[in-house]
């Protein structure tokens, strides 16, 4: 889980207290810098391939740096007439969050837990608290604290023992995702001996002694399951599974009910799962189904069942029932088929009712299942939101959490009883300075595709905002691994809004928005249609008078990034500025690479390139392979020295061959963060900067006023 582009001379001050840029925005005092060319050929299919930046890998080389800090050096000069337009968006994000707040407490067995932020700590901390008694609060873990000496502090796992004496929890000072593992007494704040590295996923059994846990090899695939008795050498810890194929990712978790232990290998479209009872930690593991190339498949437990979320008879998954004692397919009893225009998201059971989370139309829903099996929908006041589950950390609830959100309603959490089908408030996120969600409208419309195919695209604005083809629009989107790009609330958004810009999600084949074929359209030897589909919603929204060319800016990260790198080679004329956030740009030379994280186990969602007709398609569209003499809008491009998603040097040979190929004068900027990962900063109030410095610099691109503009 984790951007935009823009072209000519929008004149004049965007902001009062802002210096006027000059009429002629890309005079230059000085140079860009310029990569040194190193000739690097390979071959491939009977092709040569010459990488002139290839070095640019090598993170020890002195020169890289160099080359790095130099970009950052250019981006900041570059940047500077913005300083105070950054200043005053940060401030104005800042002024919105309630930085001193609470999360809402959520019950495991007998103790409540949640978080708590301060003002000007970047980290939040955690505490606990009984749920009968004198309620005191117990704090048991202070990320601020964790991260002094550090620029960058990620938290991984996180695991309270059956007993509620230990917490397991895992730490990433780097950004690079490499996580250790530590075992902490909770009441006495001390540290256990059991530290252990590259940890990615931990589960404990019933004894509160002993835990499973899975490591990660040198290309950061977890693969190996190990076994762990507290006070014992890790060295010593016994292997249970270890994964040959390096398709297949290693996890291990613990069901709901506290009954089993589930160890999950999966692909990115095979599913093997094997368990074991939680307190008897030295059974092996028995498989619930043979694993089948494409089958995928959930487990939720109950009593003596099993209940099962499956695609054996159709890609948006039905619904089945098996006993534990003999989990068989061939014992599966069908409680839900699988329907072709709803796609069944997730089950979960709950000692006294199922939750079912059931995504059409581009929106998911949740439907409720009482033992005697009658069933019912949630009901939601907007059409366009986003929906997921809550904090329901408890087998035995009689309230159901949802959390619920829309581009103009904050962040809610919500109580819900499938009794009396009643919804209880339990917090919405503050918005301060008197926010009026009534100012603001959002709604989902649709662009037609080249081949016809309808895309979704959901907006939002002020509802003053003219749609006369004179605004700014920022539009966004992804297009990837079935993840559905979350029509979700900004605080920062705000400053964009407040600005008159309609800002607007493209829902591209590729996501999960419309269900598991969404994301087949927009895979492998369908990708490009991820591409076009963004290119109709930008035309479209064009068209119909949200904006103009030299007023459209568009951003995208990660995979999305290579949504950004790919259109900009399609249609450069289209976009005013381009935002890449630690782009996936240069996908042959990085799918050729299989010591690469990520790289092997990707070959089912882009294809391997040592395939023919692989390599052939991806050629069509790779970024980096694309480049051409070509007037290309402004860009923005962001990465971070330790992603270990995204490596840095893909964006930055990207950049450096993109400044011997453009044939305008159009901005083109390089940031990279020397010390985050692949989200950018791990701080809060750093990554509101962030979001500032895009915001700014959009807004000064295509010269929107401030608010009290006439």
């Known amino acids: 889980m984790l951007r935009p582009l823009c072209f000519l001379a929008v004149l004049l001050a965007s902001c009062s207290s802002v210096s006027p840029r000059p009429t002629h925005p890309f005079t230059m005092t000085e140079f860009p810098p310029t990569a040194q060319r190193r000739p690097h050929l390979t071959e491939i299919h009977g092709e040569q391939r010459l990488d002139e930046y290839h070095w640019l890998r090598n993170k020890t080389d002195p020169a890289v740096r160099a080359y790095l800090e130099a970009e950052n050096a250019w981006a900041e000069h570059e940047l500077a007439p913005i300083k105070q337009l950054e200043d005053k968006i940060f401030a104005e994000i800042k002024g919105r969050i309630q930085e001193t707040d609470i999360s809402v407490p959520y019950r495991i067995r ?326 009026d969600k009534t100012q603001y409208t959002t709604s989902r419309i649709q662009a037609e595709s080249t081949d016809g195919t309808a895309v979704p695209i959901s907006l939002v604005h002020d509802r003053n905002t003219p749609l006369d083809g004179t605004a700014a629009v920022f539009l966004t989107g992804y297009g990837s691994y079935g993840y559905h790009y979350p029509a979700h609330f900004s605080h920062a958004r705000l400053s964009l809004l407040e600005r008159g810009v309609v800002y607007a999600i493209a829902h591209v084949r590729g996501g999960g928005e419309m269900g598991k074929p969404w994301h087949e359209s927009g895979r492998m030897s369908h990708k490009m249609n991820s591409f076009t589909d963004f290119i109709a919603c930008a035309e479209f929204l064009l068209a119909n008078d949200y904006g103009s060319p030299s007023k459209l800016v568009v951003q995208g990260g990660s995979a999305g990034g290579l949504l950004m790198g790919a259109i900009s080679n399609m249609r450069p004329d289209l976009f005013c500025l381009v935002i890449l956030n630690v782009p996936f740009v240069d996908v042959i030379n990085t799918m050729l690479d299989e010591t690469l994280p990520l790289t092997v186990g990707e070959f089912e969602e882009w294809g391997n390139p040592k395939i023919a007709q692989d390599y052939a398609y991806i050629s069509r569209y790779c970024p980096y392979t694309n480049l051409g003499k070509h007037a290309y809008p402004a860009m923005l491009v962001k990465t971070s020295f330790n992603d270990s998603q995204v490596m840095y040097w893909e964006p930055a040979k990207y950049v450096a061959r993109l400044r011997t190929m453009k044939t305008n004068k159009t901005p083109l900027l390089f940031k990279t963060n020397m010390a985050g990962g692949h989200g950018g900063s791990s701080g809060r109030y750093d990554s509101w900067r962030e979001t500032a410095l895009e915001y700014a610099y959009s807004l000064w691109m295509t010269g929107t006023r401030e608010p009290d503009e006439s």
């Open 110 to 435: 007998d103790w409540l837990y949640y978080s708590r932020t301060e003002t000007g700590k970047q980290y939040s901390t955690y505490f606990r608290r009984p749920s009968s008694g004198d309620g005191k609060e117990h704090p048991y873990l202070d990320v601020n604290q964790l991260a002094e000496g550090h620029q960058f502090m990620g938290i991984g796992s996180m695991a309270i023992s059956p007993d509620s004496k230990l917490l397991a929890y895992s730490t990433d000072n780097t950004g690079f995702r490499q996580y250790t593992l530590h075992i902490l007494d909770i009441a006495t704040g001390e540290h256990r001996a059991d530290t252990i590295p590259l940890v990615t996923a931990v589960a404990w059994c019933s004894d509160s002694q002993t835990f499973f846990y899975v490591t990660a090899d040198s290309s950061k695939r977890p693969y190996r399951l190990y076994r762990h008795t507290l006070g014992t050498d890790p060295a010593t810890d016994p292997l249970i599974h270890e994964e040959p194929d390096e398709r297949f990712r290693v996890s291990i978790w613990r069901t709901l009910s506290d009954g089993y232990l589930f160890l999950d290998i999966e692909s990115h479209i095979t599913t093997d799962l094997r368990f074991i009872a939680a307190d008897q930690p030295n059974s092996e593991f028995r498989a619930i189904a043979p694993r089948k190339q494409g089958h995928e498949f959930s487990v939720s437990h109950r009593g003596d069942e099993f209940l099962i979320r499956t695609n054996d008879k159709g890609s948006n998954f039905r619904l089945v029932t098996t006993q534990v004692a003999n989990p068989d397919p061939a014992n599966w009893i069908e409680m839900f088929p699988h329907r072709p225009d709803v796609m069944l998201a997730s089950a979960q059971a709950y000692e006294k009712f199922t939750v079912l989370a059931e995504r059409s139309d581009g929106l998911l829903n949740l439907r409720f299942l009482t033992p005697d099996r009658v069933d019912h929908y949630l009901q939601l006041p907007e059409a366009v939101y986003e929906l997921a589950p809550g904090d329901n950390h408890s087998f035995d609830l009689d309230e159901y959490r949802f959390n619920y959100q829309s581009m103009i309603t904050p962040p809610s959490v919500f109580e819900y009883d499938p009794v009396s089908r009643e919804s209880v408030l339990l917090k919405e996120t503050p918005v301060l300075g008197g926010y």
